[in-house]
């Protein structure tokens, strides 16, 4: 539990897509248990950038390139929690484009 595979957010198949994604961490985690969120295609000082789960830590990300491609650089995975139990909770907003040309008004 609590592991996700590496992927990427949007769907190919989705024309509004999850252009955007945010990600906010409700609790911490020690630091020796895991639980981390690694994007192996994006270096910090030479090394895959990830990030550690703590409370209130949000990270937001375009899943999109410029193009519209799905960007493969943020791939990323959820690392198995390593300490029995211990637990991560996260929260995965995806934001959408509108499919909406008019807007009601009340």
Not at 11 to 36: H, I
Not at 59 to 68: A, C, E, I, P, Q
Not at 78 to 88: D, N, S, V, W
Request: aromatic share 12%; glycine share 8%; net charge positive.
């Amino acid at each position: 539990g609590q592991y996700f595979q590496q992927h990427t957010d949007p769907y190919p198949f989705d024309p509004l897509g999850r252009f955007k994604t945010l990600f906010l961490y409700l609790n911490n985690v020690p630091r020796s248990c895991g639980g981390e969120t690694k994007f192996p295609n994006l270096l910090k000082n030479g090394r895959m950038f990830k990030v550690l789960p703590r409370k209130n830590l949000a990270l937001l990300w375009k899943n999109l390139t410029t193009d519209g491609e799905i960007n493969d650089d943020l791939l990323h995975s959820g690392t198995p929690m390593t300490c029995k139990g211990e637990i991560k909770i996260g929260l995965d907003v995806w934001f959408r484009k509108s499919s909406q040309t008019k807007r009601k008004t009340y």
